[in-house]
């Protein structure tokens, strides 16, 4: 079985650990939406890898000296140009009609 980018198997203690946090920032960065891990059934977060790399580009911009009004807005914008890079690839692919 191979684990996908997006599956949540990381508790909180260890994702902090891998990406060099504190607990209490990513409870924080969750509750201002700059990242949403999974929740089991009793609500446990469980993040994913993708999960990890977001919160480095967080800690990075962090240390850029940006605030989290910042980073929330350069995030959404970088999730915007991927969005619209992925949109472009799938209509490039489309095949076109005499």
Known sequence: M?????????AISVAAEMVSMQVQNLRVYERRGLLEPFRTAGGTRRYSRADLRRLVRIR??????????????????EDQVARL???????R????SP
């Open 2 to 10: 191979r684990e996908d980018d997006e599956d949540g198997v990381y």
């Open 60 to 77: 990075d911009l962090l240390a850029d000296g940006l605030n989290l009004a910042g980073i929330e807005r350069v995030l959404a914008l």
């Open 85 to 91: 890079r992925h949109e472009n690839e799938r209509m």
């Open 93 to 96: 692919r489309r095949p076109t």
